[in-house]
């Protein structure tokens, strides 16, 4: 629920996935070798399909490391039919590709090698990160497991920000990619979200806020009901903010922790800013980096901005701590 700035450090991380992705080992088909093999199994009736491929396939490098405000004008740049819903039509065509027939987006998803992507390659990148939480809610890990033959596996849950059934050129780029939980990827399906995790201007990094309404407080502190309090969700935007309530339902989510909320206002007049310094001060070997280290333990959350992805409910502990 917060953006991430793109620094250098994050661009050599892209640099390292796109090699990793492009490079051919042992058994391992890359991206450009099954996008070959793929064009010549286009029927001649769907060139436009062909030519589409040969495109992605030309510039490949530049669309895996692509900034997320460059995403729209290569769909442009890609879209040689007459309209959008003409477009979309086109990729979703069933074309035979190696005994299997289905949409043709489908298929260009599986030879750019998303599923690499997903089991092997992005999990180290989103560690590095330190991203371990749904970046639409924060309130669940980015963790989903499924059962694959007689096996189990536990996985970082990805989402794409353009959709791969309207973006299929993006399914791989480095920062189309966000961890989410498995409701928040069910929410928004196929449709698009107006909050994207990267951005390379500092100033759009906060996004979104919780409070807790005053009046709210004000019943609670009278008979400690947690139920009397009410969590507000706002955005930077009104047209953010009921996106992001549409897509993932943010409000009827959060309602759900006013238990938490509760604990929060406990916390705040329990611990005083002079009594966190008094701490540090005593226990300075305990503490090596002050402050942060000794809130994260009163607190029970990371409590600088940028952990905020590191685990749940971090967005709204620092949100309500700061407006209280």
């Given at each position: 629920m917060r953006r991430i700035v793109i620094t250098e450090t994050i661009k050599k991380y892209a640099e390292e996935y796109v090699q990793e992705l492009l490079t051919a080992r042992g058994n391992y088909k890359s991206p450009e070798v099954g996008m070959t093999n793929l064009i010549k199994c286009i029927p001649k009736k769907y060139r436009k399909l062909a030519d589409y491929t040969k495109i992605v396939k030309q510039n490949l490098r530049n669309i895996i490391l692509m900034f997320p405000s460059?995403?729209?004008?290569?769909?442009?740049?890609?879209?040689?039919?007459?309209?959008?819903?003409?477009?979309r039509k086109a990729l979703s065509v069933k074309i035979t590709y190696k005994g299997n027939k289905k949409e043709f987006y489908k298929h260009l998803i599986d030879v750019m090698r998303y599923d690499r992507v997903q089991s092997h390659i992005m999990p180290k990148y989103i560690e590095r990160l330190g991203i371990r939480t749904c970046v639409y809610c924060n309130a669940q890990y980015a963790v989903s497991t499924e059962k694959i033959k007689s096996r189990r596996y536990a996985h970082y849950e990805l989402d794409h920000f353009k959709p791969k059934s309207k973006y299929p050129f993006l399914c791989v780029s480095f920062y189309n990619l966000q961890p989410s939980c498995a409701n928040c990827n069910k929410h928004k399906n196929k449709e698009d979200s107006l909050f994207g995790l990267y951005t390379e201007n500092a100033a759009d990094v906060e996004a979104f806020s919780f409070r807790l309404n005053p009046f709210s407080v004000i019943k609670f502190e009278h008979d400690f009901k947690s139920e009397e309090l009410e969590i507000e969700f706002n955005a930077t935007s009104e047209k953010l903010r009921k996106n992001h309530e549409e897509r993932f339902l943010i409000s009827k989510l959060y309602?759900?922790?006013?238990?938490?909320?509760?604990?929060?206002?406990?916390?705040?007049?329990?611990y005083s800013p002079a009594f966190m310094q008094q701490v540090v001060a005593g226990f300075r070997r305990v503490f090596p980096n002050g402050p942060p280290d000794v809130e994260t333990l009163y607190w029970g959350h990371d409590m600088r901005p940028e952990d905020v992805h590191k685990r749940p409910l971090n967005k709204l502990t620092q949100d309500l701590k700061r407006s209280l």
């Open positions: 460059q995403f729209d004008r290569m769909y442009v740049d890609l879209n040689q039919w007459n309209s959008e819903e003409t477009y309602c759900q922790f006013k238990n938490e909320a509760a604990e929060i206002l406990w916390l705040k007049k329990a």
